[in-house]
């Protein structure tokens, strides 16, 4: 249900964590994130060429999911309720569902991202961060991947500020739909290819290969 809802240009969300039930969303104006127009601040180039962070994919699918969930200043309820955490774990255990993760000098996880795949478009659900740039280095490796990946599509849901400023723009749902219809129709490679691979045994993703990549544009 879930995978035909995304193919048809809607969402499911709760009103609460407590919500028994969810709801279904289709905006009039969508926000996404041309792939070839991602602007990478200085800042976050910097921070991922030093390797702050180490960053992964589908390592840690339910800490993330739980990290979205968690209160942030001026949001106390999550529209992550039990039914909606469900449906996505059973869709990572079926390799449509993905996370990106962040992990500091200590091990500790500082931030994630999740989202759907499907074709070649991806759907970013929810990001969170506990230190500092961590989320940001996420949606970088996250671009990068489906830059090299093939994909057609970042549907952001909605345009915020935040993502604004990555280069995420406002669609009419006319030409979203185009756009959706043109993306799932094709094949997109998600994970971590050989020129994003970092060395060593930690494994995860190089933050230099994703700086490199994505400068090229920025």
């Excluded at 809802?5 to 009039?28: K, L, Q, T």
């Excluded at 009419?172 to 970092?198: E, K």
Aim: aromatic letters at 8%; glycine letters at 10%.
């Amino acid at each position: 249900m879930l995978l035909r809802a995304y193919a048809s240009g809607i969402f499911p969300m709760a009103e609460s964590a407590s919500s028994p039930d969810v709801f279904w969303v289709e905006p009039r104006r969508r926000g996404v994130l041309p792939l070839d127009a991602f602007h990478m601040p200085r800042s976050l180039a910097r921070t991922l060429r030093r390797e702050r962070f180490r960053l992964t994919i589908d390592r840690a699918f339910d800490a993330v999911l739980e990290g979205c969930a968690e209160p942030v200043p001026g949001r106390s309820e999550t529209w992550i309720n039990p039914m909606i955490a469900d449906a996505y774990r059973a869709l990572a255990a079926r390799g449509h569902a993905h996370s990106v993760e962040a992990w500091d000098a200590d091990g500790q996880l500082a931030g994630g991202l999740y989202g759907v795949r499907l074709g070649a478009a991806f759907f970013g659900e929810s990001m969170f961060t506990r230190v500092r740039d961590a989320s940001k280095c996420c949606l970088a490796a996250l671009v990068a991947l489906l830059r090299d990946g093939g994909f057609r599509l970042l549907d952001t849901q909605f345009l915020t500020e935040h993502l604004a400023g990555f280069g995420a723009v406002e669609v009419s749902a006319r030409d979203y739909r185009h756009q959706l219809a043109a993306a799932v129709a094709l094949a997109g490679d998600f994970g971590a290819t050989g020129r994003l691979a970092a060395g060593g045994a930690a494994g995860g993703l190089s933050g230099k290969a994703i700086a490199q990549l994505l400068s090229q544009t920025s």
